[in-house]
């Protein structure tokens, strides 16, 4: 396909007011460790690389299910400067991002560049609890293991269901440490903030200490897609840092019933028309109560799949994309423009940012032609 395939397709620049810059960061080589991608307000610079969409040919072959990608391999940039330097303006507010099943760090550029074109710095996690269709860590040879050099880099791909496994257990082990990825992710950027020298194993050329006193630790959310929208009840749950969850297109089915009576931050479910289903939803109202119901939101936005919130929807043309529920009937740049809107007038309405995002306060309550209030499913009474 090589570079033919750039023919109006690509992820979009971001519209905010900043120019964003990302690098990736892994403290701790072993498993154990955390593994994140950093999206950033930057200092403009002409001559800036952009990184590939997809990192290294090791996430290729982790992309089960989803063969066509192997057409991308060195064809799509992310609109961002890599390492780029960052851009001093006072303290952003943090934003973790957990990507869903099948996915990794880099598949969300279009809605993480965006925050971090909005004034926020944006995390976005690797998980490594085998629900990535590929990632990696490292080991040492047995031979001096205290010298970096002799780290040897170790892939994990996704893990199938076994013949005759019961799928909940895997799932509900895998959100439970999925939400301690995000929170141990959280606690490095909080270590950073405070300018402790934390070893990045990854050696970029980004400079980790102009982050020191950059965040607004105040000010953070938690955000992701499908299962990272169960993984955002679950932070959320298990730490009260986080002030508010945005969870998009969320795939219930992980989390433990009780969790339900413990969330006590607000919550923004934005659905797609086309993933929903009623016992799905109707776990997600069980979220609301007489306290907190009018902090919990949910808006669906026509004419969209499940893809619609990944890059993907950028990446493919319309009839493949259809073919591959990639793409669904809406304009994809709409679409992404809609949720990332909705999601700014949302953070800054439970941030308490000082910000003019509150122009899109309509687009919570499904104030559009192109939204749907609550939801578009036939809900179980």
């Given at each position: ?11 979009p ?6 120019a ?6 892994m ?29 290294c040919?090791g ?10 990608l ?10 961002a ?5 960052y ?16 996915a990794?760090?880099?598949?969300y550029s279009?809605?993480?560049t965006?925050l ?7 995390a976005?996690v690797?998980?490594r609890?085998e629900?990535a ?6 080991h ?14 170790e ?23 999925r939400?301690?990825?995000c ?14 020298n ?24 938690v ?34 019933e009780?969790?339900y ?7 923004f479910?934005?659905?797609?028309e ?11 109202r069980k979220?609301?109560s007489?306290?907190?119901?009018m902090q ?10 499940h ?31 809609l949720?990332n ?6 953070l ?20 559009d ?8 499913v036939t809900?179980?009474?």
């Open positions: 396909m090589g570079n033919s395939c750039s023919n109006n397709l690509g992820i620049p971001a519209k905010g007011p900043n964003v810059g990302c690098s990736d960061f403290m701790d080589h072993t498993v154990e460790g955390t593994f994140f991608r950093l999206y950033y307000p930057c200092v403009v610079s002409d001559n800036a690389e952009k990184p590939d969409w997809i990192p040919k996430y290729f072959y982790g992309c089960y299910n989803m063969l066509f192997v057409f991308y391999k060195g064809s799509f940039k992310i609109p400067a890599l390492n780029g330097s851009k001093q303006n006072g303290k952003y507010p943090v934003v973790i991002f957990s990507h869903g099943l099948g990794f760090r880099t598949l279009a809605i993480c965006e971090a074109s909005q004034g926020f710095i944006v976005s690797e998980h609890d629900s269709s590929a990632t990696y860590f490292y040492q040879k047995p031979q001096e293991p205290e010298k970096d050099e002799n780290l040897v880099e892939w994990m791909y996704y893990r199938s269901l076994k013949p005759g496994e019961s799928e909940f257990p895997l799932r509900n082990k895998q959100v439970k440490q939400a301690d990825e929170i141990k992710a959280l606690d490095t950027l909080i270590q950073i903030n405070a300018g402790k934390m070893e990045n194993v990854l050696q970029t050329e980004f400079d980790w200490t102009t982050l020191e006193n950059s965040m607004d630790l105040c000010r953070i959310a955000m992701g897609h499908s299962f990272g929208g169960a993984t955002v009840v679950e932070a959320l749950c298990k730490d009260v840092n986080f002030k508010c969850g945005i969870a998009l297109d969320a795939w219930m089915f992980p989390l433990d009780e969790i009576v413990r969330v006590k931050q607000p919550i479910f934005i659905n797609s086309k993933f929903q289903w009623a016992g799905n939803i109707s776990r997600m979220l609301d007489s306290s907190t119901s919990r939101k949910m808006i669906t936005i026509k004419g969209t799949v893809q619609s919130f990944p890059d993907f929807t950028f990446l493919t043309g319309n009839w493949i994309g259809k073919i591959l529920k990639l793409k669904g009937e809406i304009d994809p740049q709409v679409g992404i423009d949720c809107r909705a999601s700014l007038a949302f800054q309405r439970h941030l308490g940012l000082d910000k003019d995002f509150n122009q899109w306060d309509h687009l919570i309550e499904g104030k032609h192109n939204l749907i209030p609550g939801t578009n809900e179980i009474s």
